[in-house]
């Protein structure tokens, strides 16, 4: 079975980056040539998932652009050299279909995801968060969480291990290992104290969600932070039914911050990027 959606929350602020995101929205900061949302939906059509909904907000009309022909710039540098460097924006829009709807207010990813409801509908769906890039060699993350929704049916969280002392940054598991890599998740924190976290196994911003997901989020309350968690309609999830988590391969960065937004930059730049 093809998942073939894959839910973009791209509603939030981006405050770590003031000014650069005061009227832009920080999904378009580019890593290197790059928007830091088109390496996610690039990842999410490799993946199969050629329709990507996005949930957005006010002045975020940028991402919606973005996904569409410039008329003026296909015009102006049609025939010319620098058409080489449209290429990879318009496979992007050959292959996906785009579709949005607006975030009215922030209360929390799970808020964000019932918000996507709407273009989702019934079936199983990807959801990627393009803060935490995520580059590696062979499938990429969601391709390789695809190809798991297949063995087990269920909702899979991606994860990684992280220092101790940064559980709190993240939701955290906590599960009995089938194999290698591979969890069935019992316990999940939302961005728990580290002397209350119950591993290091931190949840990275790839998901592959069932639709019953939706109802479970209708009735969770708000959580950490008084907003509506991800993490708390999971572990519901997880406790009535089944969630798997998955030490995905590759590497990721997290560039919802500085320090980790500069070193993808370098490794993009040093890896992939080719002058012409
Ligand atoms: C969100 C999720 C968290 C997850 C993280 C991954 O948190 O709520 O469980 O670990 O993304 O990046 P945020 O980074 O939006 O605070």
Known sequence: MMINKCLFPVAGYGTRFLPATKSMPKEMLPIVNKPLV???VEEAIEAGMTTCAMVTGRGKRAIADHFDISYELEHQISGSGKEARLESIRSVLEKGVFTMVRQREMKGLGHAILTGQSLIGNEPFGVLLSDDLCINDGPGVLAQMAELYNQFRCS??????????????YGVIAGESLKDGIYRVDEM???????NAPSNLAIIGRYILTPDIFDIIRETAPGAHGEIQLTDALQTQARRGCVMAYKFKGRRFDCGSVPGFVEATNYVYEHFYRED
Not at 189 to 195: A, S, W
């Open 38 to 40: 088109q390496y996610g």
């Open 156 to 169: 899979i969280v991606a994860i990684q291990e992280v220092p101790h002392d940064e559980v709190n940054k």
């Open 189 to 195: 924190v939302e961005k728990p104290d580290p002397e």
